[in-house]
């Protein structure tokens, strides 16, 4: 199960978004670290990213540097993988989702 929460920052001549995940388990508790995230991105940017979890089960994955110009983007979590847990897109979900407005799977991240 994922949860995933945005931030943006700024770059040199735009913006780059971010997204933090955070891998659960059936439990709602996160899964030890050393659990691989891969994703891609939609939108204002386009390609992919990965990152492996620490001990909290996070961690974040950056997008290019966006211009301006473009005003949001999306990443949408494709895989997860784990030496002891198997991933279930089916179960994501997103237990803060009101302010993220995230399903667990994919979340737009708005321009500053």
Same mark, same amino acid.
């Given at each position: 199960m994922g949860d995933l929460d945005r931030s943006t920052t700024t770059a040199p001549g735009g913006w780059k978004a971010k997204v933090t995940v955070t891998i659960h388990d059936g439990a709602d508790s996160p899964v030890v $670290?050393?659990? %691989?995230?891969? &994703? %891609?991105? @939609?939108? &204002?940017? @386009?390609? &992919? &990213? *990965?990152?492996?979890?620490? @001990? *909290?089960? $996070?961690? /974040?994955? /950056?997008?290019? /540097?966006?211009?301006? =110009? =473009?005003?949001?983007?999306?990443?949408?979590? /494709?895989?997860?993988?784990?030496?002891t847990y198997s991933y279930d897109n089916v179960a994501n979900h997103d237990p803060d989702a009101a302010p993220q407005n995230s399903n667990g799977t994919s979340i737009t991240v708005n321009k500053p």
């Open positions: $670290q050393n659990a %691989t995230v891969s &994703g %891609t991105w @939609s939108g &204002g940017t @386009s390609g &992919g &990213g *990965s990152c492996v979890t620490n @001990s *909290s089960g $996070q961690c /974040t994955i /950056t997008s290019a /540097t966006m211009n301006n =110009k =473009k005003t949001s983007a999306t990443f949408t979590v /494709t895989a997860v993988s784990h030496a």
